[in-house]
């Protein structure tokens, strides 16, 4: 009986329908293959589920060096640094602030980003000394003049700067990021532009 089943016309009806339903089944599945891999399997960065703020050192040349303050946005490739220090024994003053905005291209075990960032750098070493050529005349009550020097002022001819280029990060420990960056750095008002490295180090937490 089933072999005169299959000899007949009554079995190419059968299995063209047949054939057909395999073939759906096999796209349906290699669809549903592709949309279930994970976004870092098919090559697009991932994100984290909640916010990752981290506190750790940094040293640029274009958005800050000493304390470093971090949030990773949740379900975003965005993340916002913020660095600086204040730095003051006698006369020597030095204090810097600045912040990165970093956009990730792969985010994984490492991280690759895009980082643009900009800063301001304070330096006086107070070792200016008081001259005619630099201080302004006064006369005081005794009706001498004297020369005074603005002490004060910062002595960096680029004290702004505004960079942007590419950074990488990889695992330092548990719960710490090891951050190198290269940027074009734009140093202003002089107006040099010149690549410029930087290194962090963040201990993360949510």
């Given at each position: 009986?089933?072999?005169?089943?299959?000899?007949?016309?009554?079995?190419?009806?059968?299995?063209?329908?047949?054939?057909?339903v395999?073939l759906?089944?096999?796209?349906?599945?290699?669809?549903?293959?592709?949309?279930?891999?994970?976004?870092?399997?098919?090559?697009?960065?991932?994100?984290?589920?909640?916010?990752?703020?981290?506190?750790?050192?940094?040293?640029?040349?274009?958005?800050?060096?000493?304390?470093?303050?971090?949030?990773?946005?949740?379900?975003?490739?965005?993340?916002?640094?913020v660095?600086?220090?204040p730095?003051?024994?006698?006369?020597?003053?030095?204090?810097?602030?600045?912040?990165?905005?970093?956009?990730?291209?792969?985010l994984?075990?490492?991280?690759?980003y895009?980082?643009?960032?900009?800063?301001?750098?304070?330096?006086?070493?107070?070792?200016n000394?008081?001259?005619?050529t630099?201080?302004?005349?006064?006369?005081?009550?005794?009706?001498?003049?004297?020369?005074?020097?603005?002490?004060?002022?910062?002595e960096?001819s680029?004290?702004?700067?505004?960079?942007?280029?590419?950074?990488?990060?990889?695992?330092?420990?548990?719960?710490?990021?090891?951050?190198?960056?290269?940027?074009f750095?734009?140093?202003?008002?002089?107006?040099?532009?010149?690549?410029?490295?930087?290194?962090g180090?963040i201990?993360?937490?949510?």
């Amino acid at each position: 009986m089933t072999k005169k089943l299959f000899s007949n016309g009554f079995s190419k009806h059968v299995l063209v329908p047949f054939h057909a339903v395999v073939l759906l089944a096999m796209i349906s599945y290699s669809a549903s293959a592709q949309t279930a891999i994970t976004a870092g399997e098919a090559g697009v960065q991932r994100v984290f589920a909640n916010n990752f703020y981290g506190v750790g050192f940094g040293a640029s040349f274009v958005s800050g060096m000493g304390l470093t303050l971090k949030d990773h946005f949740a379900y975003s490739p965005v993340s916002f640094v913020v660095t600086g220090m204040p730095f003051k024994i006698g006369d020597f003053q030095m204090y810097n602030i600045g912040g990165e905005l970093q956009y990730d291209l792969y985010l994984a075990e490492t991280r690759l980003y895009l980082v643009a960032g900009a800063g301001y750098y304070y330096y006086n070493d107070g070792s200016n000394t008081t001259d005619n050529t630099h201080g302004v005349s006064n006369n005081n009550s005794n009706g001498f003049n004297t020369t005074t020097n603005n002490s004060t002022s910062n002595e960096l001819s680029s004290p702004f700067r505004a960079g942007f280029g590419l950074g990488y990060e990889m695992p330092f420990g548990r719960n710490v990021g090891m951050s190198l960056n290269l940027t074009f750095t734009a140093f202003m008002p002089s107006g040099d532009i010149i690549p410029t490295p930087s290194i962090g180090f963040i201990g993360y937490f949510r």
